[in-house]
């Protein structure tokens, strides 16, 4: 495992800007600005739920639409996080959690497998939540597992609200991050496969 489980991302596109600092053994503090205020809401639930220091700013095509900021952010995330875990020495590697969000439930399980895969089951019956785009949610969980290099299955089990489905289900990869990215005390700093290497 590295020494420092931090890292520092600037990806600068003819679409967006983003500045991302990420610390896996933080506290859940966040700092988040994308210009889209339930994508600020859900990251910033993304960090409090994950214990992770997060501190995101984008500047991205908004005149446009949120496409370009929600994936590419999803993508520099994902950088963050890879970078973060360097060679996955004595992390967990499996996480998983059920969370609730009232009516809703959402089941998130991640693998830090380095062979990036997204299933994604989960429906809303409206186009928006405040001023984001529903269907960029899926967009987003797939940038970041895309560019993390992790397995990552997220399902809805139950919910009708569109909010609460959202924010469960980012609720749900937090808490399974959290343990994935734990360091296990068994593990003694070896490398969680047969393979040796992630």
């Known amino acids: 495992m590295t020494t420092s489980r931090h890292a520092t991302v600037h990806r600068v596109t003819s679409e967006t800007d983003i500045a991302i600092a990420l610390t896996l053994d933080g506290t859940g503090k966040a700092r988040v600005e994308t210009g889209i205020g339930f994508f600020d809401h859900m990251l910033?639930?993304?960090?409090?739920?994950?214990?992770?220091?997060?501190?995101?700013?984008?500047?991205?095509?908004?005149?446009?639409?949120?496409?370009?900021?929600?994936?590419d952010t999803g993508i520099a995330l994902?950088?963050?996080?890879?970078?973060?875990?360097?060679?996955?020495?004595?992390?967990?590697?499996?996480?998983?959690?059920?969370v609730p969000l009232d009516e809703a439930l959402c089941e998130a399980v991640v693998d830090l497998s380095g062979r990036p895969f997204l299933t994604f089951e989960a429906s809303f019956d409206r186009d928006r939540i405040g001023e984001l785009d529903t269907e960029l949610v899926e967009e987003f969980f797939r940038a970041f597992a895309m560019s993390a290099m992790l397995t990552l299955h997220l399902n809805q089990r139950a919910g009708?609200?569109?909010?609460?489905?959202?924010?469960?289900?980012?609720?749900?990869?937090?808490?399974?991050?959290?343990?994935?990215?734990?360091?296990d005390p068994r593990a003694l700093g070896a490398i969680p496969s047969t393979k040796g290497v992630l």
């Open 78 to 98: 994902g950088q963050a996080m890879r970078q973060a875990l360097g060679d996955k020495r004595g992390v967990r590697r499996f996480g998983s959690a059920l």
């Open 160 to 183: 009708k609200n569109c909010h609460h489905i959202a924010e469960a289900a980012f609720k749900a990869l937090a808490r399974a991050l959290r343990m994935a990215v734990e360091p």
């Open 44 to 71: 910033t639930a993304l960090a409090k739920h994950g214990l992770f220091d997060l501190d995101i700013t984008v500047k991205g095509d908004l005149h446009i639409d949120g496409h370009h900021t929600v994936e």
